[in-house]
């Protein structure tokens, strides 16, 4: 790997940000990036960086900064170059940083030997510490119900944490076993971590995939944010392409700051959108907590309005006071995993004992076809013994996609699934990448079933479901918490809609809900 010691003889007339860039590219250039995936590490652009350095509330008197995963320092690098410009007077600066990535160690203390000399030169001064171990594992100690007072804690933490899913049995995994649920990733145990290390009213800067606002993995993780934070500002790219453009990464991701406390209200939150990371298209509101985090179903997840329109949207479905629930109807995921049971899978369902087996791509506008072209999935699944808990009575359900494209139209995809039409069968299988609504006791009426189908279907709900997930799945968690009109109003919906064939019925729905 080549040196860098005298590098920064070359970089004297560059900025502390423009130096830590190049060393990053160098870097990457000297390491493939399938040696870097699988430890998470993923540099952050120089307009990003910049971009979350100008968030911090810069304290006007001495302060500390902390990094929980450096690289080569290029957020640090960011907000040194904030303090070379905007501070007259001389302060001094602590900065702690973490990286066990050893083979980058040597570019990250450059950076902050480069950032300590450039900021010498105005009369600051800048100590730094950077501690070569493992970030949650040295400071579990923070997770304690009662830490130690003599830890450590800082004014501001700036972040972009490593991404990668972990094992439920990890290290990791088992320190944080209070905010696990599901596959967890490594990503949002730094948040948490960093979060407890800071003072109180401390502020924190973070680029994170938005996966974290919605969701039953990271319930526990959003509860706690919630309850020990205000998030004063989201911003949130309109394309997933160019922001981590170095590793061609298509993760959709937030820019999430705000402060660490539990003592007093939030207020407000600022949001901001641009089409990539050059923000020349800057556009940004603000809007009360309570939209962004609605205090009736707390744990629930974080709404990203992106304009005035889904603020009114958000404000009228918040105004409906029942979910699923409510109606005695719940959702659950299909049963049938394939690869779990291959030999009971058939090629057609009119083989003798078998059923029809229903895949996403059964799914047509408003009906569920059987015979779709050049399909070579099988079609059918063994009713005996060994599916019996995995195939379903025939019945009134409604079935959603659990899966869409980015590029797709809408996210939300609901199709009345009506029993007359598998009067010939007297149980179905539905394959794990569906949805299925049904009733809790008895079955879903024609009404019921096709006014929430109209419902789930239309640009209102497809709108409102944006704002709490960026995700292209659809989990059967968030539809479970999905705000619903009164009974009465689905149901004059799915008379409507059964005499009235349409692809969207928003229309009849607002005028039904005024």
């Not at 029809?356 to 009906?367: F, R, V």
């Amino acid at each position: 790997m080549e040196s860098f010691k005298d590098s920064s003889e070359n970089l004297s007339e560059s900025s502390i940000l423009d130096s830590s860039v190049q060393l990053a590219e160098r870097f990457c250039n000297n390491n493939y990036k399938n040696k870097r995936k699988p430890i998470g590490q993923f540099f952050t652009p120089p307009d990003v960086a910049n971009y979350m350095a100008n968030q911090i509330k810069l304290p006007k008197q001495d302060f500390s900064l902390l990094d929980p995963g450096a690289g080569t320092g290029i957020l640090l690098a960011a907000v040194c170059d904030r303090i070379y410009n905007e501070y007259k007077k001389p302060i001094n600066l602590t900065i702690v940083a973490y990286e066990n990535n050893f083979e980058i160690i040597p570019n990250l203390e450059e950076t902050l030997s480069y950032c300590r000399t450039k900021l010498f030169e105005k009369g600051h001064i800048v100590n730094y510490t950077v501690i070569k171990k493992d970030f949650i594992d040295i400071n579990s100690r923070y997770l304690l119900k009662k830490p130690k007072k003599d830890l450590p804690y800082y004014d501001i933490v700036i972040s972009n944490p490593p991404y990668y899913k972990l094992n439920k049995d990890s290290k990791e995994s088992k320190l944080m076993s209070e905010f696990v649920y599901g596959q967890p990733n490594i990503y949002s145990f730094f948040v948490i971590v960093s979060t407890k290390m800071l003072k109180e009213n401390g502020q924190f800067i973070y680029i994170t995939p938005r996966s974290f606002c919605s969701g039953l993995y990271y319930k526990k993780m959003r509860k706690w944010l919630l309850d020990n934070s205000c998030i004063t500002k989201i911003h949130s790219f309109n394309s997933r392409k160019n922001i981590f453009e170095m590793d061609n990464i298509l993760q959709e991701v937030l820019i999430i700051a705000g402060e660490a406390t539990n003592k007093k209200k939030c207020k407000s939150v600022h949001i901001s959108l641009s089409s990539d990371r050059t923000f020349s298209d800057l556009y940004d509101l603000s809007v009360p907590y309570s939209l962004i985090n609605p205090g009736k179903n707390k744990e629930s997840y974080i709404r990203i309005p992106m304009n005035e329109k889904d603020l009114n949207l958000i404000k009228k479905i918040d105004s409906w006071n029942n979910v699923l629930k409510d109606f005695n109807i719940n959702i659950s995921t299909g049963k049938v995993v394939d690869f779990r049971t291959k030999g009971n899978l058939v090629n057609n369902y009119d083989q003798e004992g078998s059923v029809p087996l229903i895949w996403m791509q059964n799914l047509d506008i408003n009906k569920v076809n059987l015979d779709i072209q050049n399909f070579e999935k099988p079609r059918g699944i063994l009713h005996n013994n060994e599916t019996v808990n995995i195939t379903i009575p025939v019945k009134n359900y409604i079935l959603m996609k659990r899966f869409t494209t980015k590029n797709d139209k809408r996210r939300l995809f609901a199709v009345p699934f009506p029993k007359k039409d598998f009067r010939d069968f007297r149980y179905i299988g539905f394959e794990n990448h569906l949805n299925y609504i049904y009733k809790i006791e008895g079955e879903l009426s024609l009404n019921e079933m096709y006014g929430l189908s109209a419902l789930f279907n239309s640009k209102i709900m497809d709108s409102y479901f944006r704002t709490i997930s960026g995700s292209t799945q659809v989990n059967a968690t968030d539809i479970r918490k999905m705000p619903l009109p009164d009974y009465d109003k689905i149901i004059s919906l799915g008379n409507y809609s059964r005499r009235n064939k349409k692809l969207d019925y928003s229309d009849y729905i607002q005028k039904i809900l005024k």
